[in-house]
């Protein structure tokens, strides 16, 4: 269970003195006791970020409006939650079942701090190992003649559902750019990134055929960009010339999954901020 009187505070804004001690000062006039602080001015962007872990039996009105007034003051863009609050999560799929199966399993486990209130496939492949989960499963097909229609009945599905997150787990769609606007800093890609050149459902054949010697993954925020959005995280496997087109893949979904995971908990306890094209992650 999450405890009540237990906050997470994060935020970003111009950098200039005083915020740090500024922020201190709001949270200990409401009898606030932080546990955990971290924070990083960008020199290249003039701005400030932080997050905050503190307890306080204040009560969440109070804090906000105390919290919006000194946003007021310094131009900041700030979150303030329950610290281990499980953040309402879509899945979607394809056909690959290995990330999805993963962020399920870690939320059974009770090592991901989400709440999975469904999983959305264009087919209809991974219906059972969702309903094995207990989650509802969403088959909303997607043509090109249909593309707009399921991408509506997906924001319908946000909505109706309260989603705060949404999780592209080997989803192989490419999504609208008013899509991923709609979305923009709440929907996470996992992408077979240090494969840049090899393009298809068949990367890592491509890799075998071309001798690579490193293969990885990145998690990174979805935009209008394909597969170019702010960087959450990133892994690695070194191969060599014994790897078999199917070791590489078994490999690369293992360096997915790892990726995607660390990528979801950062976002759902509020460790990562972005900072234009890039991301601050306070791990």
């Given at each position: 269970m999450t405890d009540a009187s237990s906050w997470v505070l994060s935020?970003?804004?111009p950098d200039r003195p005083g915020i740090v001690h500024a922020v201190s000062g709001v949270l200990a006039d409401h009898d606030g006791n932080i546990t955990e602080s971290q924070q990083f001015g960008d020199p290249d962007t003039g701005l400030f970020f932080m997050r905050v872990a503190f307890s306080s039996a204040a009560p969440l009105a109070e804090l906000e409006a105390a919290v919006e007034a000194l946003a007021g003051r310094f131009e900041m863009t700030w979150n303030l939650d329950v610290a281990g609050r499980r953040m309402r999560t879509i899945v979607m799929v394809s056909k690959a079942a290995h990330c999805v199966n993963d962020l399920l399993f870690r939320e059974r486990a009770k090592t991901l701090p989400v709440d999975?209130?469904?999983?959305v496939g264009n087919h209809p492949t991974l219906r059972e190992l969702a309903e094995f989960y207990g989650k509802p499963f969403h088959h909303i097909p997607v043509t090109a003649?249909?593309?707009a229609?399921?991408?509506?009945?997906?924001?319908?599905l946000v909505e109706e559902l309260d989603a705060e997150l949404v999780v592209l787990a080997r989803y192989m769609q490419i999504l609208s750019p008013e899509l991923s606007d709609a979305l923009r800093g709440r929907i996470i890609n996992i992408h077979h990134s240090f494969l840049p050149s090899f393009k298809g459902a068949r990367p890592y054949f491509q890799a075998h055929d071309r001798g690579v010697k490193l293969i990885g993954a990145t998690a990174h925020y979805v935009t209008s960009d394909l597969d170019e959005g702010p960087i959450i995280e990133q892994d690695v496997e070194r191969v060599d010339h014994t790897f078999t087109p199917e070791s590489l893949t078994a490999i690369g979904a293992d360096v997915e999954r790892r990726a995607l995971a660390r990528a979801v908990?950062?976002?759902a306890?509020?460790?990562?901020?972005l900072d234009?094209?890039?991301t601050i992650v306070f791990k």
């Open positions: 935020l970003s804004c999975i209130v469904a999983v003649d249909t593309k229609d399921a991408e509506a009945a997906l924001l319908a908990r950062w976002h306890e509020h460790r990562v901020l234009g094209h890039r």
